[in-house]
């Protein structure tokens, strides 16, 4: 999957010319970095299933950027990619429901329909609980798309909350001196979430036997996959933090047991900054070095 | 606080009248919720010491959405309102600077300075972990603002994970079934992110002896506020919850411990929607409302 986090200061030199005479800096920043993008899934987007979004990177560039997102969204779609949406939102459920809105198809107004960014999928957070994911994952039911919930994430300090040990208790510890009951089952934080997203994905499972509601593991922890694939059968896993981040493909296998389609792997610096190390053009780098991870992807999974 | 999650099915007559020349759909809802928002903080935010905006509201409404909501924070600021934003954000370290530039002062570029929305406080959610908060912490501090970082929240199934009760353990699990070391410490999920909230603001105080890293504390567990003030001796508590979901201001003593200025009380649907029970002219019964519930938060306070 074709990871698109694009940062103005590292822009394709052909592209940071584009929007030269844009008369804000907020729109020479927008249209330079829509110049990248589109530049970036025309050279290795052939090579990708999936494009998958930042969102950060859209809204820090204001207006223009929500702009220029909408556009990015349409054509990586024309291409023929998937496309996932990476805003890792998570809120109460009226709220949650907006979100919904937004991601997906839209929402009827007394103004008319207003449009959703389309997404085909997107990643929410579930620190808020199951009535938060919910409404997400209705309005991607409702447009045939999909979620993936954060479950075991990539960066250094991941497992300070996620690989807390939890036990079974009747609920809040009292001035944190309780002990835990005796003989109580201890599982991950990331385990819980794990139950959660495997019990919202049921009774929604496609052709290929994977279900609707997916989870982000990350690349930097193959450890954790077994165990993961053992909790959610039949969820696909995005897995982001190859490269860049330090994670290796190789280790990726257990994700692939339901098949190809089980596993997505996420790399998008490493495309998008192939040229820095392998020299050459930046888009017949960014196109080798998506072959290269699509190669080693399958060879896993066959 | 005033709480801005504008539905257009619910906006003030007057408002839905506004921008209905406007080519589409999606300016036409924009348009209307700009000025039901700009009637709201009109009626509402002499009352008020902050005003909180959804971004879930706003983003739903695309381009035009962002535009409106661009200028209705300035709007609030101008008004002398404190300016929250309310989106959530949390992401691994690089994009978690990302949401920061969008969230606070903006970034520098190659094609000049791009900037950000100006908040005088964020909310953020804590579950990848420390080094996902720092960035958006420094985003904060270096812009003189603020975090909100959801530890306890005010829905129905917060509990789910926030209330897990942990252990200290040494790392993951493996298949589930470890048991919990003997003797160890049990602490709930969320007294766990309130230790992280307490040690974020730490070196931080303002001459009032509150730090920059504040708290989200649904009202609709007050029972839960006294440990957290204990935890976070320093840190303002953002509470939610009151009316629509149920919680009672004046159950939130605790929140004021270190006086006034230790707690925020937000309302959204209680404020926009009172004339919908009190009747009269909806800027009005805001208005009413607002009052109300500022002279029972103060009144905890003194």
């Known amino acids: 999957m074709l990871g698109i986090d694009p940062d103005p200061q590292a822009l394709w030199p052909a592209a940071s010319r584009a929007g030269a005479r844009a008369a804000s800096s907020q729109q020479r920043a927008a249209l330079a ?19 998958k979004f930042q969102l950060a990177c859209f809204e820090r560039l204001g207006v223009a950027g929500a702009q220029v997102l909408i556009e990015l969204l349409r054509y990586a ?7 996932i949406i990476d805003g890792k939102r998570g809120d109460i459920d009226i709220s949650a429901a907006a979100y919904g809105q937004a991601l997906f198809a839209g929402f009827q107004t007394p103004f ?26 209705e309005a991607a039911r409702a447009a045939s798309g999909g979620l993936f919930v954060l479950v075991r994430t990539s960066n250094r300090d991941a497992g300070q909350l996620q690989d807390l ?24 934080v990331w385990e819980r979430v794990a139950e959660i997203v495997a019990e919202l994905g049921a009774g929604c499972l496609g052709g290929s036997g994977l279900s609707d509601v997916g989870a982000v593991l990350g690349a930097t922890v193959p450890a ?4 993961a694939r053992e909790l959610m059968p039949a969820s696909i896993f995005l897995m982001p933090g190859i490269g860049a981040q330090g994670g290796r493909i190789e ?18 610096r490493s495309i998008a900054e192939a040229h820095r ?5 930046p888009g017949d780098a960014a196109r080798s070095e998506a072959e290269r991870l699509r190669t080693i992807a399958w060879s896993l999974a066959d």
Chains 1, 2 share one sequence.
Not at 224 to 227: D, E, F, G, K, S
């Open 33 to 51: 970095t829509r110049a990248h993008c589109l530049a970036l899934i025309d050279a290795a987007g052939c090579c990708c299933v999936a494009a």
């Open 77 to 83: 779609t024309e291409a023929g990619l998937l496309v």
């Open 112 to 137: 008319g329909w207003v449009d959703g960014m389309h997404a085909d999928a997107a990643t929410v957070n579930p620190y808020i609980g199951r009535d938060g994911l919910v409404p997400l994952r």
């Open 165 to 188: 040990c939890t036990v079974e208790s009747s609920g809040t510890t009292r001035a944190g001196l309780a002990a835990p009951p005796a003989g109580s089952r201890a599982r991950a």
């Open 224 to 227: 954790h996959l077994r165990r």
């Open 251 to 268: 280790d990726l296998a257990p994700a692939f047991e339901p098949g190809r389609a089980g596993g997505l792997i996420t790399a998008s």
């Open 277 to 281: 190390h392998a020299g050459g053009e």
